[in-house]
């Protein structure tokens, strides 16, 4: 996996159709598609550490070194914070590979189940109801 | 014969009066003798704080029986407007019981004349006073009803009415094409037993628009010291909401 760091990993479908998410963000299952999963690789660009949802974002590059920005909606702070996780695990410009379900809207938001950093730690964020 | 069964029953006397000794030693007591319920506890639901969280919703199977025509009551399908299909979605009150299965924690504060409930979901509160009034009168439905409290021996009984029609659980989680409902006519009644550090807590659905007899779940809540520092977080809804007029927005970071 280290290779391919800082970069790529669109895994599965190829959609790079952008339309604006027109539902709630709030709901897991009817926002968000669980047989679409999307795992990408890449770097946090900015947090939104706020309510109601978290939300961190990702720029990942492909192969032509095109960068896509994928929102990744996770729980509340409290909820994330009892869990141990704080804003500070969340750094701009760390490296994580994040695993989810795409929005079915087809926009690049996703539910963020899992992180993995850099450094081997998995982060529980999910769900993002 | 007649010797052996009254040590028998002075034996079984004495092991009640120890057990029930006990019992009452076991559980924190506020000066006036009452059962303590104050702290942050988990949400009834909750099934692991630490990880992904049980979902806040009834089980189908332990429900009553619907009314014939009900079902359309109980059940509503999606529409695409979070307004209407998830309303927690766009801020709008999570409401009583809904807010309370929600896997976010409650504070509970206590004194001898109320209990109040603070969930930490949109920041609710549930004041209710335990002094034998009535329910209040010719007040609007709402979210949350109105409720008032009573103890049953060690038991805290939370009777609420006045609901306006409003989603009921987290149902819409488990099946994006429809949601679950209360109607207004919806009565409640919550039985809090304080056991060690858990509280067992049972609710009691009577809504005589949809079901043919009140029924009863059972849940769990759990005391967690660790959380008083930093105690309840803030939850402004709105500081983050991207769903207004119940269509959502990209974020600024996407634009």
């Known amino acids: 996996m280290k290779r391919t760091l800082p970069a790529i990993l669109f895994l599965g479908f190829g959609l790079f159709v952008m339309t604006k998410p027109i539902l709630a963000h709030h709901s897991e299952a009817a926002e968000y598609d669980p047989t679409k999963p999307v795992k990408v690789t890449g770097t946090i660009k900015t947090v939104e550490w706020r309510n109601p949802h978290v939300w961190f974002y990702v720029d990942v590059k492909d192969e032509n070194g095109k960068i896509t920005t994928w929102g990744f909606s996770t729980s509340p702070p409290g909820m994330l914070l009892r869990r141990g996780i704080t804003k500070d695990v969340f750094k701009i410009g760390a490296v994580v590979n994040v695993e989810g379900s795409r929005a079915r809207d087809g926009s690049n938001n996703a539910t963020g189940r899992k992180v993995t950093f850099a450094d081997g730690r998995n982060v529980i964020a999910a769900p993002s109801e | 014969m007649q010797k052996r069964f009254v040590f028998s029953a002075i034996f079984a006397a004495l092991s009640l009066a120890i057990a029930m000794k006990s019992s009452a030693q076991d559980i924190s007591r506020l000066p006036d003798g009452k059962p303590d319920f104050s702290g942050i506890w988990s949400s009834p639901t909750t099934v692991n704080p630490k990880g992904p969280r049980g979902q806040g919703i009834f089980n189908a199977d332990k429900m009553g029986q619907v009314k014939p025509g009900a079902e359309s ?31 976010l924690p409650v504070q509970i504060v206590q004194t001898s004349k109320y209990i109040v409930i603070v969930h930490e979901l949109q920041r609710a509160t549930r004041i209710i006073p335990l002094d034998g009034r009535p329910h209040r009168q010719g007040l609007e439905p709402s979210y949350y009803g109105d409720s008032i409290g009573h103890w049953e021996g060690d038991t805290l009984v939370i009777d609420s009415t006045n609901f306006k029609r409003w989603i009921l659980d987290d149902y819409h989680y488990t099946d994006p094409t429809k949601s679950r409902w209360h109607s207004d006519a919806l009565h409640t009644i919550e039985y809090l037993k304080r056991e060690g550090n858990t509280i067992s807590y049972r609710i009691t659905i009577d809504d005589p628009k949809i079901f043919t007899a009140p029924w009863s779940q059972d849940f769990k809540m759990t005391l967690h010291p660790d959380w008083d520092e930093p105690g309840l977080l803030e939850y402004a809804c709105e500081d983050n909401n991207r769903c207004a007029n119940g269509h959502c927005t990209e974020s600024e970071a996407q634009k």
């Open chain 2, 73 to 103: 009551l109980l059940y509503e399908m999606r529409t695409g407007d979070a307004r209407h299909d998830e309303p927690r979605a766009v801020c709008m009150p999570s409401g009583f019981p809904s807010g309370m299965l929600y896997a």
